[in-house]
């Protein structure tokens, strides 16, 4: 029984992977827009996007926002519509959620991490959506540098 200690603690360090901590104040991250990087499926299999037509718009206030699908354009705005859905926060044990509900569905999405640039999002079919802070090209007018 002695060698199988080893074992399963090298298990436990190699196999789980950490889930970094999201805290309230990190929360304050989410408003703003953001874009699709890559989504892991459950399987383990990556799709990986490059250039994004359409971007995602957070906005929150408290417990309460709103998330919107908007487009940019060349000169730094947004083609959009009135089109959004509604969310609220929920915090569950230290663990933060996106939950929607609309009169034809409702879904949750986890806060898997949060930072000022990097944004994962966990859905109840364990699909992951890795998102960057999305940078326009032109900002007031001019070439954004690099």
Same mark, same amino acid.
């Given at each position: 029984?002695?060698?199988? !200690?080893p074992v399963v603690?090298?298990?436990?360090?190699?196999?789980? /992977?950490?889930?970094?901590?999201?805290?309230?104040?990190?929360? &304050?991250?989410?408003?703003?827009?953001?874009?699709?990087?890559?989504?892991v499926l459950p399987?383990?299999? !990556? /799709?990986?996007?490059?250039?994004?037509?359409? $971007?995602?718009?957070?906005? !929150? /206030?408290?417990?309460?926002?709103?998330?919107?699908? !908007?487009? %940019? /354009?060349?000169?730094?705005?947004?083609?959009?519509?009135? &089109?959004?859905?509604?969310?609220?926060? $929920?915090? &569950?044990?230290?663990?933060?959620?996106? =939950?929607?509900?609309?009169?034809?569905?409702?879904?949750?999405?986890?806060i898997e991490k949060?930072? =000022?640039?990097?944004?994962?999002?966990?859905?109840?079919?364990?699909?992951?959506? =890795?998102?960057?802070?999305?940078? %326009?090209?032109?900002? =007031?007018?001019?070439?954004?540098?690099?």
């Amino acid at each position: 029984m002695g060698r199988f !200690v080893p074992v399963v603690l090298i298990l436990i360090f190699t196999g789980c /992977k950490e889930r970094e901590n999201v805290s309230k104040r990190d929360l &304050d991250h989410l408003n703003g827009y953001w874009e699709i990087e890559k989504v892991v499926l459950p399987d383990g299999a !990556v /799709k990986v996007y490059g250039a994004n037509t359409t $971007i995602d718009f957070f906005e !929150v /206030k408290g417990s309460q926002g709103y998330r919107k699908k !908007v487009q %940019p /354009k060349i000169d730094g705005s947004f083609a959009t519509s009135d &089109d959004a859905e509604s969310f609220t926060l $929920i915090e &569950d044990n230290g663990v933060f959620s996106i =939950h929607y509900e609309n009169a034809f569905s409702e879904w949750t999405e986890r806060i898997e991490k949060i930072t =000022h640039n990097k944004l994962a999002l966990v859905n109840e079919e364990n699909i992951s959506y =890795h998102y960057k802070r999305f940078q %326009p090209l032109l900002q =007031h007018g001019k070439t954004k540098k690099k």
